[in-house]
DNA sequence: CAGTTATTATTAGCCGGCTAATTATCATTG
DNA sequence: CAATGATAATTAGCCGGCTAATAATAACTG
């Protein structure tokens, strides 16, 4: 049996690689890849509840929570205690948080475009499109429920 | 800007969900994510050296260390002393390790399908060519030097 | 209103990826 | 042969994903 001929194969070496070129490219601002989904995120909708957020981005709390902690450190947001639930946080941006914007979306646009280098328009609509596919199998087409 | 609609983006998130998904039907026949590629390699070949196993995979050599230490601890395989270079090791299968290749590549084939359960014959074979291209990218088009 | 259940954040701890630094050994070269 | 350099494995420590378990608080229910 063959297992490099399998997507499951190459998905993980392929992302694998990918990740690792991201990170590599994300020194440069200073950020780190987990930063990065949260930092999307904010930029879409700032001031929101931690589990909300980590149900947005797909990820587990304890794992938002560990990069929010980061974040905060560098002080790209802040945490902010609900007044009307003592168990809740909000998470704001800092004017560093929004300021670093720009240049990411940068590297972002960079690091995209050397991923589909070698690729024609139609060969990165159709790869797009196939993804995507993927991602609705395991995360059911989401339809967008943002509950507050 | 919309993150959301890069390839990028997608490509992590999909990975990140496979890799979850992997790792829970893994947990069926007692392994781990991690173990998988170096098992995948050993099946190919018994008895390579730790830098040799790495750079096949793909992974640095600190990484398949730790995963090999975890796997001699469950007796999947062994770890011997070269007798002509005290530097090196060499690793080889137990008959555990040789035993588990069945289920594993059951497994193995279980995911695959599930993964591409909504893929036409054709779709499936644009995504793997779609994904050669970009692990081609990223680690070159690899000539399969098999030193020792 | 008291007690139970649900929710939020957090902590602890595992796995797997990485780089940097150590240690031991081999190889080379002067 | 001595010194220097290259290589193999390992250790330490970081990041980011996870689950399980805690603590605090809300919310519900009898």
Known sequence: MKFEETVSHLLSRVATAHKAHLEKRLAGVGLHGGQLSVLFELWRRDGRRQVDLA??????????????????EVGLVDRTRLEDDARATRIYLTDEGHAIRSRVEEVWLEVEEELLSEFTE?????????????RNYYFGIDPDQTNE
């Open 122 to 134: 139609t060969e990165r609509y159709i790869l797009f499109d196939l993804l995507t596919k993927v």
């Open 55 to 72: 149900r947005e981005i797909g990820l587990a709390t304890p794992t938002v929570n560990k990069i929010l902690n980061g974040m905060i």
